[in-house]
């Protein structure tokens, strides 16, 4: 299983095994992430899920589409060109190491 690392505003680091398929999110709540509210389920309609992509893996990642590009502008904390929904972001593995920071706020 692909391995993604989840980094706090304060530096704590976690390392999940996230099954294929699943999305950066659910991997997040499933277990107990802090920082990641998703308060809409997944469904892009509430930016409380967002992440800032480390810049080694930006390029690596799908494009976003216009609905997730249009909540992001929506997000709490700073908008940053690394900024993702990780309600729409889908482990692959690809994906295996990559590492998101938590932003200090979501609501």
């Given at each position: 299983m692909p391995k993604i690392v989840y980094i706090q505003p304060e530096g704590q680091q976690q390392t999940l095994?996230?099954?294929?398929?699943?999305?950066?999110?659910?991997?997040?709540?499933?277990?107990?992430?802090?920082?990641?509210?998703?308060?809409?389920?997944?469904?892009?309609?509430c930016a409380t899920c967002h992440v800032y992509v480390d810049p080694a893996w930006e390029s690596r990642l799908p494009p976003m589409d216009a609905v997730e590009d249009e909540m992001l502008g929506s997000v709490a904390?700073?908008?940053?060109?690394?900024?993702?929904?990780?309600?729409?972001?889908?482990?692959?593995?690809?994906?295996?190491?990559?590492?998101?920071?938590?932003?200090?706020?979501?609501i």
């Open positions: 095994e996230v099954a294929s398929g699943t999305t950066l999110m659910h991997a997040a709540i499933a277990n107990g992430i802090q920082g990641i509210v998703a308060e809409c389920g997944g469904s892009a309609m904390a700073e908008r940053r060109s690394s900024s993702r929904l990780s309600c729409q972001v889908t482990v692959t593995p690809e994906l295996d190491g990559l590492v998101v920071h938590l932003p200090s706020t979501q």
